[in-house]
């Protein structure tokens, strides 16, 4: 593990030169970077993780101008990416004729998951490289995701070549996923990017994604897990739980006691990882309205309690 600073950076592009994957924050949580344009190096990241295959990654570039290079933006995907970019927003769109993306970092499919992110430490990382870098989660697939690098330590430690330490990530729930294409924005996976925001920069609704083939990460039923059995909408302690509260509802640790939704992302995987790893038989989670951040809250907190 390296803290993060321009040495570290250079070592970490040393190694993506090398096809290697590497660990580094992001704004959302840490991810598991390599180059997006080499099949073997995105390879290496599915075999760290245990990924499956058909569950395509997320490509980060620098900025607007490398994107539009990897997939088509219509006129409502640039006023978005022009109006949220960087940020916590992956857009899927139609690949480019010569993309250079990895097959296999796009699942074969002829879409691609495009990110331009905010951390200074991704952002240095990116233009080290010179490259776009396919960054899912930096986890064990499946599993809890991580906002800080000891998480990645626990999940990954001995698989990968090097962590870069930049403290916990500020955002730490995963990016808000939409379609764009032919002028219609389909939300893919809630995030921290509010959905009416999205409609009004799109200028028109956001439909619900339907029942189908996987178009992005995070969309498998089972996801985010942690390895005790989880009880979601919990109003109190069962016996040998481990309780996550919030709001009025006291727990062993609160996402927020004053109820703070922001405060409630932030803390969610944090606050998993310390349930995953206390002297109890079952870990249970207080209620989070659905609104706001609460339906990407609630997004996560379905997937990791749901059957595997």
């Not at 290079?69 to 109006?83: H, L, M, N, V």
């Not at 089972?222 to 979601?232: D, E, V």
């Amino acid at each position: 593990m390296r803290r993060n600073d321009e040495a570290a950076i250079a070592e970490a592009a040393a190694l993506i030169a090398e096809g290697l994957p590497v660990a580094v924050p992001t704004e959302t949580v840490y991810g598991l970077a390599a180059d997006a344009t080499s099949g073997e190096a995105v390879a290496r990241i599915y075999a760290a993780k245990g990924r499956p295959d058909f569950n395509p990654l997320i490509v980060h570039v620098a900025d607007l101008a490398e994107a539009e290079r990897i997939g088509k933006f219509d006129a409502s995907a640039r006023r978005i990416a022009e109006a949220l970019w960087p940020g916590p927003l992956t857009m899927v769109l139609p690949r480019q004729p010569d993309c250079p993306i990895a097959s296999l970092a796009t699942a074969g499919l002829d879409t691609v998951a495009i990110r331009v992110p905010a951390h200074p430490a991704m952002q240095a990382l990116l233009r080290a490289t010179g490259k776009p870098l396919a960054a899912p989660s930096a986890n064990a697939s499946g599993t809890i995701s991580p906002t800080r690098a000891e998480h990645v330590t626990k999940s990954l430690g001995g698989r990968i070549a090097m962590i870069i330490d930049d403290g916990p990530t500020t955002i730490g729930l995963e990016s808000t996923i939409i379609a764009v294409d032919a002028g219609r924005v389909r939300l893919l996976r809630p995030g921290p990017v509010p959905i009416s925001l999205l409609a009004e920069l799109a200028g028109c609704a956001v439909e619900a994604a339907s029942a189908g083939p996987i178009e992005a990460p995070g969309q498998l039923a089972s996801h985010y897990a942690p390895s005790r059995p989880l009880r979601l909408n919990a109003t109190g302690r069962r016996e040998g739980e481990w309780l996550i509260g919030f709001g009025d509802i006291a727990g062993d640790a609160s996402l927020s006691e004053s109820g703070n939704l922001t405060q409630a992302a932030a803390r969610l995987f944090d606050l998993l990882h310390q349930a995953d790893a206390a002297p109890a038989q079952s870990i249970a989670i207080a209620p989070v309205p659905e609104t706001g951040l609460g339906e990407a809250i609630n997004d996560r907190l379905r997937r990791a309690a749901a059957p595997r």
